[in-house]
């Protein structure tokens, strides 16, 4: 976490020098064109370069792989979900069925399998362009670029309050389960069972969400003794011009935005299935 209160990390890189809006735009078009396909060979592709991007923007690993490892482990419970709820849709998406595991009437397809596996690259695909802009980002920097290209400011300004409050939510996290171990509640693997330590998750909702109501109507209150949403418009301390690398960047996003469309829109999310 920055001193800004939010995920940034600053960095002297191409990417940290890119305008919000533009990153917004970025993540907006790779998003679509990978939701335009649904072929592992793309996504496997597009991850490559996505971990190339990240390369050029001089993040510490550190900082993103536990959000890659949180992204593993719920394609990870995704996959087995749909493996347990819907055996054999993949075989129905290919027209061939090839029993991976039989148990009686229930079995699981190869088809199947691999259609998880592609369903998993997708989501993975997503992630480094959305690390990109989370990291590389400043809120008051991308509040003001929304509101430069017509978004309201007060909805600008709610986005920025939003990515500030992501870091504080994990802190507020990792307080709770601190002073929960300190009154004897097990969650650490060796302290108590798989179902007990579940459970013990479970009650951090509660004082989470207590804390975040507080936290609101801190902020809230703050807000309303400066006088926010009085006026229609407002100026703000951090704003610069559009350069040339900004309007290169937007082209490029908007010819692979278009690309993604056309491919969607002719020819649709063709499974590819190798076997």
Known sequence: MSKSGSLYIERDSLFHG?????????????????????????????????????????????????????????TLFNSVFLLLITPEYGSKLTGSYTDLISLGVYSITLETVFYCFTLSLKYIAIMPITILFLFTTHPSNFASSLNRVGVPYRIAYAVSIALRYIPDV??????????????????????????????????????????????????????????????????????????????????????????????????????????
Not at 20 to 32: F, P, Q, V, Y
């Open 18 to 74: 890119l305008d919000g809006s533009i990153k917004l735009l970025m993540l907006i078009a790779w998003t679509g064109f990978v939701f335009a396909f649904m072929d592992a060979r793309v996504f496997l592709g597009m991850i490559l370069i996505g971990l190339g991007i990240l390369k050029l923007s001089k993040l510490p690993a550190k900082a993103i792989w536990p959000l890659f490892v949180f992204i593993f482990v719920f």
């Open 170 to 275: 994990k802190t507020e996290v990792e307080n709770i389960i601190n002073a929960q171990e300190a009154r004897g509640v097990a969650f650490r693997k060796g302290d108590a069972g798989l179902g007990t330590r579940l459970k013990n998750y479970a009650t951090v909702m509660v004082p989470l969400l207590l804390s975040s109501f507080n936290r609101i109507e801190v902020v809230s209150n703050a807000m309303d003794l400066r006088g926010f949403g009085k006026n229609k418009s407002r100026t703000w301390y951090q704003r610069k011009k559009y350069t040339g690398l900004d309007m290169s960047f937007a082209a490029l996003s908007f010819a692979v935005l278009a690309a993604g469309i056309v491919i969607k829109l002719t020819i649709g999310a063709v499974y590819w299935y190798p076997f």
